[in-house]
């Protein structure tokens, strides 16, 4: 905002200088893009749009535009790495990898996390520290785990490529290629990637699919011990827990108190989204767990005690027990929120 | 931002009419900033692990620790005139008017105000770290702070909650040479006056001048310094380093808190800090 208000006065600056040198018919072509709002099919159900998105609207450019720079190796400092080498459409744009791995194998803090349903998160990242999803497409690019480069690098790689700079033309109304229109188109990609058809929509909106007797008694165990944080359409309530899991061993995680700097936020991470959970393997926030069934026996058997552990483990003497059929039906539950159109 | 402007060119402007009719004093001169960081007044050296020659301090709890790397940021500078006017230095601009004072680096001691007002100024008021809305790394915006910051051998970015480390300390502690590491920056999220999250870890300090500094023709140093035996024994709070606290930036903010405090003032009681005016050289 504050960009385009200044780049708006550069053109007047212009403009004077130009009126002044020419005399007197100074005319202006006055170009209109036709630059479509996308459809976003926002599902039925799922939570409130966060209300950012309302400020950056999916354009038809907009999130062509935002697409080819998530899949720009070029937005790394040697050319490497992309957005996409993390965040893999197979994966639920998530990434393989336990802890995300930048350019030259450096290895950062945390595990990817899918970029899916965004619009419908409140706070971004593990911790949740960043409320807008415009301000987030920096932090990679900066890094010097992730793409270790600069905006100002980012923009004079790209900025004399014709096909990009009609793209930021058709896309933000002429205005060339800014750091601005890098951030808000990202994200303006970012909020078309809503994943909603996995065999369990279609079950809940009775499009002739139903659950086999696991999935059903999977999801029964689910609504009784796991809702309660994986809750809403999107599996999770979006609050901050400390649920245990093994600690990071790097001395820069604090979880959610890295943010609010209140020691009772100390390891808390956001509760994730269990749609597509089948793809994004491995688990936990540096990807502790390789597979599903490690994270449910652990859950099982005992997790770590901690002042701030999460009530709901708390009562249970820090576990939430499962008999190995209910693993069982937990796991096939949970692979019916995989989304094969969304990954393919 | 306009308004500040407009206010500093008028001010200049009669300036410049006053000094046309008066004699052939400058409408305008230099102020020098010389940041002196010591612990209790003995200029710190700087050392790595086991130094013989590092300087070594003694917190009010009796921990020995001494620095290998210290750097803070310097911005939003303001002198205020003996008549209470405030004179902004480039306070919206990152470029020319904040800087890293880094110990190992002896060019960046001495930060120069230029084109200050002709007058005389009683009191300075500059803030340690970046305002909020400063404090985006806009790299398009203010190009060379972001640079001198981002340095190799600088690292004042905090990539993670986009924005600038204010302080960064390493060194040891105790009698083993346990690691001591300090970084402070805001996690402040949301408008201003409308935070919805977060550690605000910028503190505005405010300081008497001794002695009026008298711009003109003379171009006045003012000696600051910088003790850092604040870091654990502030007018705020007494700290005992161990392994819940030795890294304050990661484990937690809260603790990180508690030596900004220290270094910045709390903002209510203490506007100070670390930081007092050893004198004012006309």
Same mark, same amino acid.
């Given at each position: ?344 | ?80 005139? /003996?008549? $209470? @006017? ?10 020319? *008017? +904040?800087?890293?004072?880094?110990? &190992? ?53 905090? /990539?993670? $909650? @986009? ?10 502690? *105790? +009698?083993?040479?346990?690691?001591? &590491? ?101």
């Amino acid at each position: 905002m504050k960009n385009s208000l200044r780049n708006l006065s550069v053109i007047f600056c212009f403009l004077t200088l130009v009126s002044c040198s020419s005399d007197d018919d100074f005319s202006y072509e006055v170009v209109l893009y036709d630059n479509p709002e996308v459809d976003l099919n926002i599902p039925e159900g799922f939570p409130e749009i966060n209300s950012y998105a309302y400020n950056n609207i999916s354009t038809k450019y907009g999130v062509e535009l935002g697409k080819k720079l998530f899949n720009d190796k070029q937005l790394s400092a040697d050319n490497t790495i992309a957005c996409a080498s993390c965040h893999m459409q197979e994966n639920a744009f998530a990434d393989h990898n336990a802890i995300g791995i930048g350019i030259e194998g450096r290895v950062g803090l945390r595990n990817a996390p899918p970029i899916q349903n965004m619009i419908f998160m409140q706070a971004y990242n593990w911790d949740g520290n960043k409320l807008e999803l415009e301000e987030q497409p920096l932090v990679p690019i900066i890094t010097y785990e992730e793409m270790d480069s600069s905006i100002v690098e980012v923009i004079e790689k790209i900025e004399n490529d014709e096909e990009y700079v009609e793209l930021f033309i058709k896309a933000f109304n002429g205005e060339g290629v800014t750091a601005e229109g890098i951030y808000n188109s990202i994200a303006q990609y970012e909020y078309t990637l809503i994943s909603a058809n996995s065999k369990y929509d279609k079950v809940k909106r009775k499009e002739g699919e139903t659950f086999t007797e696991s999935e059903a008694l999977g999801y029964s165990v689910f609504q009784e011990k796991c809702m309660s944080c994986h809750n809403t359409e999107l599996f999770t309530d979006q609050s901050y827990r400390n649920i245990g899991f093994p600690v990071n061993p790097s001395t820069e995680e604090g979880g959610r108190s890295r943010v609010t700097g209140e020691l009772e936020d100390y390891l808390k991470f956001r509760v994730p989204s269990l749609r597509n959970i089948e793809y994004t393997a491995p688990y936990g926030s540096f990807g502790q767990f390789a597979s599903l069934k490690e994270v449910l026996d652990y859950l099982s058997n005992g997790v770590l005690e901690a002042d701030n552990l999460d009530s709901i483990l708390k009562e249970n003497n820090n576990k939430i027990p499962l008999t190995e059929v209910e693993k069982e039906n937990l796991i096939a539950f949970m692979k019916t929120l995989s989304d094969e159109e969304f990954i393919n | 931002m306009k308004t500040i402007k407009n206010y500093f060119l008028l001010a200049i402007a009669s300036l410049t009419i006053i000094s046309c009719s008066d004699d052939d004093t400058p409408v305008a001169n230099n102020v020098t900033l010389e940041f002196n960081n010591t612990f209790k007044g003995t200029p710190i050296v700087l050392g790595e692990e086991a130094s013989t020659t590092a300087t070594v301090n003694t917190s009010a709890m009796g921990q020995d620790h001494y620095f290998s790397e210290l750097k803070y940021v310097i911005s939003n500078i303001r002198l205020i005139k /003996e008549d $209470g @006017t405030e004179i902004p230095y480039n306070v919206n601009n990152l470029d020319n *008017g +904040a800087t890293v004072v880094n110990q &190992s680096k002896e060019e960046t001691l001495s930060y120069v105000l230029s084109e200050i007002p002709t007058d005389n100024y009683n009191q300075i008021k500059f803030g340690l770290g970046v305002k909020t809305d400063l404090n985006t790394l806009d790299e398009v915006s203010f190009p060379e702070f972001y640079a001198s910051a981002g340095a190799n051998d600088t690292e004042m970015h905090w /990539e993670w $909650g @986009t924005g600038y480390r204010f302080t960064k300390i390493e060194g040891f502690y *105790g +009698a083993d040479d346990s690691e001591l &590491s300090f970084h402070s920056g805001s996690t402040i999220e949301g408008e201003e006056g409308n935070y919805t999250q977060g550690v605000d870890a910028y503190r505005d300090i405010i300081l008497d001048l001794p002695e009026s500094a008298n711009v003109g023709n003379s171009a006045p140093t003012i000696k600051i310094e910088a003790d850092f035996d604040a870091l654990l024994s502030g007018h705020t709070n007494t700290i005992e380093l161990g392994e819940d606290n030795a890294t304050p930036s990661v484990h937690s903010a809260a603790n990180m808190e508690l030596f900004v405090d220290n270094l910045g003032g709390n903002g209510s009681d203490d506007v100070t800090g670390m930081f007092s005016i050893i004198s004012v050289e006309n």
